[in-house]
């Protein structure tokens, strides 16, 4: 069975991940929907897996934040990248935490901002990933080391990385100064989200979307 996938972004020619997403799909078996951020309601439910692609700020913050909840609380594979590990970060602390916390990109003159300009941009940049033992990232890329590269310039805010610990997220890969890169739900089929952009890697598909789209089709077999 193909297994409907939505792919939440503003779609746009000028986003990499934009053009480099849609030929990933031959050779994942994923029937793909794009949904604008503005477009998106409860019927995300009925989709065997959402992908908040990266193209931040989406036109829609709501929207974006309104994929990241219903696939939390639906138990719906969840992949995130880029901008979107920073929506799903900003999900989980507003609606897990009860933070009143902001998007710098968002909301630049917000007093309690969770994401933040990076201090060096990362746009562009390729670099290494620790990953931690006896995790979903572990299992997926089968090695405690990845090279990996990022298209961004915004990333969490230190001060609210153990709030948001605290209540059940895991950091579980960090670049060389151990600045977070990957976030997972212990709790959750697969909830994934990478600061980095595996639709970028030069060997394609990347071990994250291929075992994302596998948690798809599991479901869509389950579910269907």
Known sequence: ???????????SAAVRAHTRIPLLLPDLDLDAYWIPTEDVDESLAGFDAIWLVPGSPYRSEAGA?????????????????????????????RDVCGLDVHHAENDPNADDLLIVALTCSLVGH??????VPDS??????????????????????????????SHGL??????EAGQLRIVELDDHPFFLATLFQ???????????????????????????
């Open 1 to 11: 069975m193909t297994a409907r996938l939505a792919l939440v972004g503003d779609r």
């Open 65 to 93: 934040l309104r994929a990241v909840r219903i696939a939390r609380e639906q138990r719906i594979p969840f992949l995130g990248t880029c901008g979107g590990l920073q929506h799903a970060l900003l999900e989980f602390a």
């Open 126 to 131: 390729e670099g290494a990933v620790t990953v």
């Open 136 to 165: 979903l990232a572990h299992r997926i890329l089968g090695a405690g080391r990845t090279v990996e590269r990022y298209h961004c310039g915004y990333g969490l805010s230190e001060k609210y990385l153990q709030q948001l610990q």
């Open 170 to 175: 895991r950091v579980t890969g960090t670049d």
């Open 198 to 224: 595996p639709e970028l890697a030069e060997r394609q598909p990347h071990p994250i979307v291929r075992m994302f789209a596998t948690a798809a089709q599991e479901r869509a077999t389950v579910v269907r």
